[in-house]
């Protein structure tokens, strides 16, 4: 008696710890997306050209946060105006300006324990916001002196093809340009003139504090 007694005693304790560990052993879920940093400015108030943004993963069971920058799927709602690639590169992007949301989105299928939760998607979002800098401060000029192609400015404010022969942009006074030449062919170089820090087919302006005029012969 006293020892069917204690079989069934320690087959309860068994079946209980079985049900507890059940119960608490739950399967890691994402459960949020935070995306760092949440608001990024492009324009005369930051230099910057492009951006790094990182995905914060927010788990539960254990609570834990992890960076999944590179398992979520980016993407920006206003392509025209700021775009964002595949690895989470954030660049201005075009001639608008404002606001637009950056997405990076997680379809959860299965949690880590392989449990489905097919359809469930975990999105979180960041802001950009492009500035119009173009105004009444110092005044851009390019000038063309040979071959055919395009040159652009970021921060957005100039767009000039070399049909134009010459081209001018006031921006306000102490922002960093970044010109990029778009030879067509049959040119496939640029040669600049004025440009205080040539590299290939960009020129960079630290600060425009001044009338500035660039050469630029495609060859």
């Known amino acids: 008696m006293r020892v069917f007694l204690f079989r069934s005693v320690a087959g309860l304790v068994a079946v209980c710890c079985l049900l507890a560990m059940l119960s608490c052993a739950h399967d890691q879920q994402l459960v949020g997306i935070t995306i760092k940093p949440e ?7 930051d230099p910057a050209l492009n951006v790094q943004l ?44 404002g606001n637009a949301l950056v997405s990076a989105t997680v379809l959860t299928n299965h949690s880590s324990g392989n449990r489905s ?15 119009c800098v173009s105004g009444t401060g110092p005044i851009l000029t390019i000038d063309f002196l040979g071959g055919t192609g395009n040159i652009t ?3 957005l404010g100039l767009s000039c093809a ?9 921006f306000v006074s102490g922002t960093p340009i970044k010109l990029t030449a778009s030879p067509t062919a049959p040119f496939t170089a640029v040669t600049w003139g004025g440009c ?17 005029t660039i050469t630029a012969t495609f060859n």
């Open 39 to 45: 608001t990024e400015n492009f324009g005369a108030a």
């Open 54 to 97: 990182r995905a914060l993963g927010t788990y539960i069971h254990p609570p834990v946060t992890k960076d999944i920058t590179s398992q979520v799927t980016w993407a920006s709602n206003t392509p025209n105006m700021v775009t964002v690639t595949p690895t989470g590169l954030l660049s201005p992007f075009g001639f608008s300006c």
């Open 117 to 131: 939760s097919s359809g469930a998607i975990v999105t979180g979002y960041m802001t950009a916001n492009v500035a």
């Open 153 to 155: 400015s970021a921060p």
């Open 162 to 170: 070399s049909t134009a022969v010459t081209c001018s942009q006031s």
């Open 196 to 212: 205080p820090s040539p590299s290939g087919l960009v020129c960079t302006i630290p600060s425009l504090t001044a009338n500035t």
